[in-house]
């Protein structure tokens, strides 16, 4: 066999190898299961089969609410949480997706954790962000499954919940005080209809701290809407959003250009705007930030979890800089990366969705607690 051809049958057994590492990661870390909810459930979309509502003013249509020292109370080493009863401003957080499966277009509300896995690790991963600076709030709601993302009237009436938590938080809750709307994924896509219907042309909008709308297509056009996009660490009534995707990998462009969206009083299913990307070690939507600026990230939190605040493993320093480019916040996560970085996703796509917040953990903590101070400066002067 001539030495050109040995070089190439190598660089196919090494390529098959890699092919085989990489579906057998992606297996065991259930990805074949993921694509399997996207299917949907076999009966079409019923609206007369809907389960209950939620009601705001019982404490189980809430995943979190302060005096409950939950899981969104956890911290990392060295760090404490803000105490609840001198906090200076609130946080209502719309979660993603968080039901397992698709038997069904819309889960129930109180969906247990065995149905809702992903309940927990969004207290632990993304909610716990905020508890630096902030009550928090997290409603629980009727969610459209995977498959009903892109079911209107599904989406409809996880929205509608949403709607009503807020119109309660505000009314017996909040006490006029300050607040963040923060969200991710699904949630991220109801956050954007809260702004524009119970927010941005009313009152409230002068305690909007800033909106943190994370891993969703969020347009850049919200200053058409009186919304600016954030550009500084300390700019508030703004609004902010990535999607983390590995450099050089599309995959999570299936996030950025589903342009799908509410906007000025419609469902928009063809949107022209370009997702928003603001940096998250910058807080600029151009230029690069080394690995260096990024002080700590969260590995992904893993089961057991428990039901109280605990302590969440200590975060990774430099574990990767950012870079807003082509919509998505290209990132490098090294193979050498702890345990927590990598999963189904990424592996498949490149899409660091799953960790969009972990991954920038210190930095969106830190700077939820600057907006909160500027916003304190601002109202006294």
């Not at 954790?113 to 009727?142: E, H, I």
């Not at 902010?240 to 000025?264: F, K, P, V």
């Amino acid at each position: 066999m001539t030495a050109p051809r040995r070089w190439v049958r190598r660089r196919l057994g090494c390529f098959g190898l890699v092919v085989v590492v990489l579906l057998g990661a992606f297996t065991a870390n259930g990805g074949w299961a993921t694509l399997a909810s996207l299917r949907g459930p076999a009966k079409p979309y019923d609206a007369r089969t809907l389960p209950p509502a939620p009601d705001y003013a019982k404490a189980n249509a809430w995943l979190a609410l302060p005096g409950d020292n939950g899981l969104e109370r956890s911290t990392p080493p060295g760090v404490t949480p803000v105490d609840e009863s001198t906090a200076p401003a609130d946080v209502f957080f719309v979660h993603p997706t968080t039901f397992k499966g698709s038997p069904v277009w819309i889960a129930p509300f109180d969906a247990s954790d065995t149905a809702a896995p992903l309940n927990a690790p969004v207290l632990l991963d993304q909610v716990s962000v905020f508890n630096g600076c902030c009550r928090l709030y997290v409603p629980r709601y009727r969610q459209a499954t995977l498959a009903a993302l892109k079911v209107n009237a599904a989406m409809d009436v996880a929205y509608g919940d949403i709607a009503r938590a807020f119109k309660y938080f505000i009314a017996h809750q909040n006490h006029d005080r300050p607040f963040i709307i923060a969200s991710h994924s699904q949630g991220t896509a109801h956050a954007i209809r809260l702004l524009q219907e119970e927010i941005l042309r009313t009152p409230l909008k002068r305690r909007l701290v800033a909106a943190y709308l994370i891993g969703g297509y969020v347009p850049d056009t919200f200053g058409e809407l009186g919304l600016p996009i954030c550009s500084t660490a300390r700019q508030t009534g703004c609004v902010l959003s990535y999607n983390t995707s590995e450099t050089g990998r599309s995959g999570a462009r299936m996030i950025t250009d589903n342009r799908a969206y509410w906007w000025r009083g419609r469902h928009v299913t063809d949107g022209r705007s370009h997702a928003l990307c603001v940096n998250p070690l910058t807080w600029r939507r151009v230029g690069a930030a080394p690995a260096t600026a990024n002080a700590g990230s969260l590995p992904f939190p893993v089961a057991p979890f428990g039901r109280v605040a605990q302590p969440l493993s200590a975060l990774v320093p430099h574990l990767t800089g950012a870079v807003c480019r082509d919509a998505l916040l290209a990132v490098h996560v090294p193979w050498s990366a702890p345990p927590g970085f990598i999963d189904k996703l990424s592996l498949a796509f490149g899409s660091y969705h799953l960790n969009d917040y972990g991954i920038f953990y210190d930095a969106l903590r830190r700077n939820a607690g600057d907006r909160v101070t500027a916003w304190q400066a601002d109202a006294t002067k």
